[in-house]
């Protein structure tokens, strides 16, 4: 997979693709991550990327000519299969749509700042827009970050165990079980007995009992998705 992020603050990024699962991702070339930064593309001698909202308003809104010149420049070298604007109103970020995401091949992603991108941008330049969340960011790299995570993580062989991302909560429309580690008591507080038994076959039981449990009480509009399957 190839993933190119425009940004006017690619720095942001040395910390979450630098460490962990990420870094092991790129450097096993799984996954290839290139920063642009858009200012380059900005054909201003200050090289502004930004501009005054037509009509007024608060805040300063991103230029298309900047955009559109770095999306070309890419385009004439790699076909994608999507353009993405991180955008707080976009399509809610769920577990379903990174998986449907980590089955393409090129990515662009694009992270607005200040009041937003010019609307244009988003009718003639962009394929999807994705949000992590309602609420708003100030930009849109920390977004751009948590989308990567979430879609390398999946891409076979990232994992040590592959089958480790398929257990985790919202692979099968349930959170997860509890876990536990050693030691088997601390303070009083017991491991469940169940989890000691070495009974396998008892054991798959209580932990889909326990996540069936979990998603009620605390995903109950997941579980009411379920009950209708
Ligand atoms: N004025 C805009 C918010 C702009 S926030 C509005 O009210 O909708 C600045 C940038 O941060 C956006 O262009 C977007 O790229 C990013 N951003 C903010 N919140 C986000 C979210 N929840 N998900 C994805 N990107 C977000």
């Known amino acids: 997979m190839r993933i190119d992020i425009i940004t006017i603050f690619p720095e942001m990024f040395d910390g979450p693709f630098t460490a962990s699962i990420i870094k092991r991702a790129i450097e096993k070339k799984h996954v290839e991550i290139n920063l642009h930064n858009l200012r380059d593309y900005s ?4 090289k502004k990327v930004d501009d005054y909202a037509f009509a ?5 809104v991103m230029q298309i000519e900047p955009v559109d010149r770095c999306i070309s420049a890419l385009k004439a070298e790699c076909q994608y299969d999507e ?16 998986n449907k ?16 991108i010019d609307e244009r941008i988003r009718e003639h330049l962009v394929s999807l827009e994705i949000s992590i969340g309602n609420y708003v960011l100030s930009g849109g790299e920390l ?12 891409i076979p062989g990232v994992l040590n165990d592959e089958t480790s991302a398929l257990s985790d909560s919202y692979q099968h429309g349930l959170v ?4 536990y580690t050693r030691p088997r008591s601390y303070k009083g507080w017991e491991v469940p007995e169940i989890l000691l038994s070495g009974n396998e076959a008892k054991i798959e039981v209580w932990k889909l009992d326990q996540a069936m449990e979990r998603t009620a009480r605390r995903r109950p509009e997941l579980y009411d998705k379920l009950k209708k399957k």
């Open 43 to 46: 054909t201003d001698k200050h």
């Open 56 to 60: 007024g308003g608060a805040g300063m």
């Open 83 to 98: 353009v993405i604007y991180m955008s707080p109103d976009g399509l809610l970020l769920d577990q379903s749509l990174s």
């Open 101 to 116: 995401i980590s089955l393409k091949q090129n990515l662009i992603l694009l992270c607005g700042h200040y009041k937003g």
């Open 143 to 154: 977004a751009a970050a948590v989308l990567t995570d979430s879609i390398v993580r999946l």
């Open 176 to 179: 997860s079980p509890p876990t």
